[in-house]
């Protein structure tokens, strides 16, 4: 499976139906651009944005932009308070 690069894997879940960001670290070596590529055809509603200079784990490149991108999707998920 690790050797076929996840190609025989298959997104069966229905979309989310919540605001949803998919972040993806520029220098990811283990899920290349093309898994993110996919995931844009999956999840078309989602919000796909990069993480510049971030490797697999980007809360520990960049902490700050991370929390950033996650409030910013809760944000989007806030729903008003009725009277």
Not at 32 to 40: E, I, V
Request: glycine share 8%; with cysteine; net charge positive.
């Amino acid at each position: 499976m690790i050797q076929a690069g996840g190609r025989d894997y298959f997104y069966l879940s229905p979309a989310p139906k919540v605001p949803t960001t998919v972040a993806w670290g520029s220098r990811d070596r283990i899920l290349w651009p093309r898994q993110a590529r996919r995931c844009a055809e999956i999840l078309p509603d989602a919000r796909h944005i990069a993480l510049p200079g971030c490797g697999h784990v980007p809360m520990g490149d960049d902490p700050d932009r991370v929390a950033d991108v996650i409030l910013a999707t809760c944000r989007e998920a806030s729903v008003p308070a009725t009277a």
